[in-house]
């Protein structure tokens, strides 16, 4: 007699072993880092899916200034979801990433960030589970989305001693501002402002010819901390404030490349004055992608172009714009066991340049073990600026279940 087939499913999802040396940091010499995550599904019926999930974070680094030993414990994708037809409801914490391109969409405003190691890893490894309703509703070739976040969890920021912390207090610098204006950082108060909803957003696409398309509507809180400057007080408090974001996105594939694009309209975005005074205006927002297999599909070449615009009249500490590009060039050999990949960054009006090849070997499926370095270089507003000291070798070991 045949068993009965389970409806109740464990497993382990992914797991991260990788350690690396930090050739020019004062902070520290070595870098490591231990992750996994796993899951239990029970599916009585076709109708209801019950899952929870569970992850868990090391981090350690040592031999410098600030030496720096962590474990985390978090939930990973934990719900309750609904199925008839075509339409999907979800209740509880869920990673929802929304946009076409790879490495920053716009229409991205639902998710949680995680920058524990700031843009080492790829996009869907820099979110994190948020509290969220969704309902999922297909209409033929259209799907409309809507999420409402009751309580906002703002970004899983590494800790403030960490060489991946927007806030360094050994080299006294904040992300994105002038590092004369901020000798006063190791004696500050650092605050974080959380508390209320998260807001809500909807988001409509289309699938078919000519091209896809998707149209997103969103009040939400950006997950990243602004830092608003209070130095007569030696204080920083991270603010996340409502954000009224429009966008539109498409992808179309036409003689073997896939091209992508997204734009969009951000208001309320925060900046600081000169006088350390905390201002906002609005944003626009352009990303145009193409994605092609040269020679065949051994080799994958993408590449992004990124416009930001900050408009507003008065001067600002922060880059009021920014065009740059970045991506990703891989390919396989040895009968698809062996991989190098190379991901990079770069600006145009200004010097910011980040760098990132890989060798991996993946014949141990599902392990792969590979060889990584991070290179950053760039003025001192710009992301490749801040994190200029911190160039990192990596020997690491991933697998995903």
Known sequence: MRAPKSDLKAGIDDFLLETGVL?????????????????????????????????????????????????LADFADTYIRYRSGDTRLTLGAQTIVWGRVDE????????????????????????????????????????????????????QLPDVASVWSPINRTTRRIIGIDPALTGWLNQARIDEDEHGSGGGAVRLTRTGTPFDWGITLARTRQSLPYYRLDLPNFKLTGVHPFNNFAGADLELVRGGITWRMEAGYTDNVPYTLPSTTMASTHALDWIGAMEFFPGGKDTR???????????????????K?????????????????????????????????????????????????????????????????????????????RTRF
Do not use: C
């Not at 796993?38 to 929870?52: K, S």
């Not at 070449?301 to 408009?311: I, R």
């Not at 009006?349 to 980040?354: A, F, G, I, K, P």
């Open 104 to 155: 920053v969409p716009l229409a991205d405003r639902v998710s949680r960030i995680d920058v524990t190691r700031f843009a080492l890893d790829d996009l869907a490894d820099r979110r994190r589970a948020q509290l969220a309703a969704r309902w999922e509703q297909t209409l033929g070739d259209y799907k409309l989305d809507m999420v409402w976040l009751p309580v906002f969890r703002g970004a």
């Open 321 to 397: 714009e920014y065009y740059g590009a970045n991506g990703e060039i891989e390919t396989t050999f040895g009968n698809g066991r062996w991989k190098a990949a190379l991901r990079f960054a770069t600006g145009f009006n200004v010097r910011d340049v980040y760098l990132g090849p890989k060798l991996s070997y993946s014949g141990w499926e599902p392990h792969e073990l590979y060889l990584a370095a991070h290179y950053f270089e760039g003025e001192t507003r710009t992301l490749g600026g801040f994190q200029q000291d911190h160039a990192l070798i990596t020997l690491g070991l």
């Open 23 to 71: 050739t020019n940091a004062p902070e520290a010499d070595t870098y490591s880092t231990l992750r996994t995550s796993a899951h239990v599904v029970w599916q009585p019926n076709r109708t209801w899916e019950l899952r929870a999930g569970v992850r868990a974070d090391g981090m350690s680094q040592a031999g410098g200034l600030a030496s720096h030993h962590e474990l």
């Open 301 to 319: 070449v993408n590449l992004q172009l990124v416009a930001h615009a900050l408009k507003t009249g008065r001067d600002s500490l922060e880059l």
